[in-house]
């Protein structure tokens, strides 16, 4: 395959391969060395590149294997510390301040829940006892203890689909 060739193959899917190694990789610097890498290792299978049925696919392919290769490496330690270090501080403030409210939300539901069915699912839902260590806590037969959870859980929900269908109020 002629250079012009291999050029009007590979171009049209370029953009492709340098958005997959940046999804990888976080870093655009890593996902640009790694898209140069692929195109140069495409040149290099140029004389068989015609025996693929879709360079493309192939493409891709040795663009995800070449970032998760990359990623494992030894050579990934300064990765690592991208991927750590890179976080959108609007995104994860506004994700804090909506877990924040989801929990208070929460609480405002069980708190209008009777006694036995928020007991109940806080053991199970909650901090996660079995359904025998909640019969035994409570004192209650376990099918006390699955109506009062499933009474529980239904009135949560209707709750949430409540919220979640208005807006809050």
Known sequence: MKQAEFLNTVMPFKDKLYRLAKRLLVSREEAEDATQEILLKLWSKNETMEEYKN?????????KNFCLDRLKSKQASNL?????????ESTSLQRQLEAEDSVRWMERIMDGL??????????RDVEQYEFE???????????AVRVALSRARKVVRQELVKK??????
């Open 164 to 169: 979640h269908s208005y807006g809050i109020g």
């Open 114 to 123: 009777p006694e036995q069915q928020k007991m109940v699912l806080q053991l």
């Open 133 to 143: 260590e909640i019969c035994e806590l409570l004192d209650m037969k376990p099918t």
């Open 80 to 88: 690592k510390l991208v991927h750590s270090n890179y976080n959108d």
């Open 55 to 63: 360079v493309e696919a192939f493409a891709m392919t040795m663009t």
